[in-house]
Structure formats: structure tokens, C-alpha cells
């Protein structure tokens, strides 16, 4: 017996195939494959009276889809090297702001003021730490994260500051973290 790059199997090797094969039936490639079935939907329960409605919350961010730069023609603006360097956490950060335990107004005005004195100051790339959240509310009406989702919105709504932003490595706080690379002053 030849293997695919030509060299022939041994006898123990042959034998030793031959043993592990026994019983296996070979498939025929034009046979389709049988699909998985969808899993059964649980039987419905007796009818439970609905839930009062959840309070009134604030407009919810998209699923964290913070604008990542490429490394080909990903932001206008930013060359491949800069964005990858951005990505893997290679420029100097100068400056951090963490938005632990604030609420989310308290947070989007001080991001706000954060970014205009950065940008005044002439600062080029800034770590954001929001918090990773998604542990366990004690109150379950209440989220989790709520800052990480909300992020992301904000820093579009600051696009004459922000050139890109890119969730951090985790030396730097990973996935509660974001790098973001702020425009350059001009004159």
C-alpha cells in the first residue's frame, strides 16, 4: 500500500492500518450527507400571565462593531502600517481614561471632555477602559456592559477627533479596552 507522497507503508504499518480499518465501510462521495435536525421546540407550559412591560430604557448600541482599521485600505486617513501597529497595541499610549462604574451620562460627558483636551493637547493614540461587563446583574432587569456597547457610538459621533479605535490587547485591558487613535491638529 502507497501513501498520497509515494512511500510505501511498512508491513506492521499495513497490518497495523488494516486492523484499525476492519468494519469501516467506505462512503460514496455522491451520496449527500444526511442533515442534522433542527432540536425539538420544549412543549408549551401552562399559560403564565405576562410580565409587566421593562422600564423605559435608553437607545441601545449596536453589538460592540467598533470601526477596526484593516491593514489594506480599512480607514480613510491611516496607513497599514499605523493601523496594524493600532491593532496589536504597538503605539504609546499617552493618555487613559477609565469610565468604571460611572452611568452611561456621567461617561459619554466625560469621553467628551476626554477627547477635546487630548486632541487640544495634541496627543495621538489613548486607551478608553470601559469595563468588560457581562457579569450577572443581582437586579436581572438590569444589563451588563452597557459602556463597552455604547462605545463604539459615541466615538462615531466624535469623528472630527477619532480616526480609528480598536479593541485593546489584553496587556492593556483586552476586551474592556479600546485603542483609539485620535486626528492630528492641524494648524
Known sequence: MATKRGRSLGTDEAALFAAAMQGVERLDRARPRPRRKAPAAPAPTAAVAPAAPPPPETPRAAPLAAPAPTRRGGVP???GRTAE???RGQLPIEATLDLHHRTQAEAH???HRFLA?????GKR???IITGKGGRPAADATRETGVLKRALPRWLEAESARVL???PAQAKH???GAFYVLLRRKRG
Open 77 to 79: 486617513g491611516l496607513d
Open 85 to 87: 501597529r493600532l491593532r
Open 109 to 111: 460627558a466625560l469621553l
Open 117 to 121: 483636551s487630548a486632541t487640544a493637547a
Open 125 to 127: 493614540c489613548v486607551l
Open 164 to 166: 480609528a479605535c480598536h
Open 173 to 175: 485591558g483586552g476586551g
